[in-house]
T-cell receptor, first 110, second 112 residues
Framework: KQEVTQIPAALSVPEGENLVLNCSFT??????LQWFRQDPGKGLTSLLL?????REQTSGRLNASLDKSSGRSTLYIAASQPGDSATYLC?????????FGTGTRLKVLA | EAGVAQSPRYKIIEKRQSVAFWCNPI?????LYWYQQILGQGPKLLIQ????????DSQLPKDRFSAERLKGVDSTLKIQPAKLEDSAVYLC??????????FGSGTRLTVV
């Protein structure tokens, strides 16, 4: 059974810092891994999608890497801004469909 | 391309009342999902449709929840009767094969 864990559960950093969010999964037989952002009480916004054959994806200040063999993905946020404050969720898709982690609540202080 | 549309955005009902949520997926997306997200938790899959057929409804509380996807496009999720613990954000998503999910804005349900 696939399990997805995100560490840390919460993170508070000053504006301008580079930061790393971690996602680990127990079954490496995945089709893809997707990072989402969620603002309080809102839906999920897709940030980056990494197919199983890819190692990383980049979008603006965001970079996500995937290491299937170790069951890990990291989301790197460069030069963090207060507007980045949100919950970040990773989800892995396999034959068991999408399994979500519980998220990392990020707060960037001005 | 238009996103996944959900309505209503918010709903407040009393326990034992019924409620329905609507979702219109991205055009051409065969797979549609309903998720329940309780505050502080990750989304939990309630039901998955492939076109208008149910692929997985193993976590759907069938004594009170029902869902349908007529003609393989729009979908409705119904709760009858609602309980206090049903208070959550109900998320609809659609996907095209293995191209990742696109989520709607969600419906926040409060049961009082």
């Amino acid at each position: 059974k696939q399990e997805v864990t995100q560490i840390p559960a919460a993170l508070s950093v000053p504006e301008g810092e580079n930061l790393v969010l971690n996602c680990s999964f127990t079954d490496s037989a995945i089709y893809n891994l997707q990072w989402f952002r969620q603002d309080p009480g809102k839906g999920l916004t897709s940030l980056l999608l990494i197919q199983s054959s890819q190692r990383e994806q980049t979008s603006g200040r965001l970079n996500a890497s995937l290491d299937k063999s170790s069951g890990r993905s990291t989301l790197y946020i460069a030069a963090s801004q207060p507007g980045d404050s949100a919950t970040y969720l990773c989800a892995v898709q396999g034959t068991y469909k999408y399994i979500f982690g519980t998220g990392t609540r990020l707060k960037v202080l001005a | 391309e238009a996103g996944v549309a959900q309505s209503p955005r918010y709903k407040i009902i009393e326990k034992r009342q019924s409620v329905a949520f609507w979702c219109n997926p991205i055009s051409g997306h065969a797979t549609l999902y309903w998720y329940q997200q309780i505050l502080g938790q990750g989304p939990k899959l309630l039901i998955q449709f492939q076109n208008n057929g149910v692929v997985d409804d193993s976590q759907l509380p069938k004594d009170r929840f029902s869902a349908e996807r007529l003609k393989g496009v729009d979908s409705t999720l119904k709760i009858q009767p609602a309980k206090l613990e049903d208070s959550a954000v109900y998320l609809c998503a659609s996907s095209l094969e293995q191209d990742g999910y696109t989520f709607g804005s969600g419906t926040r349900l409060t049961v009082v």
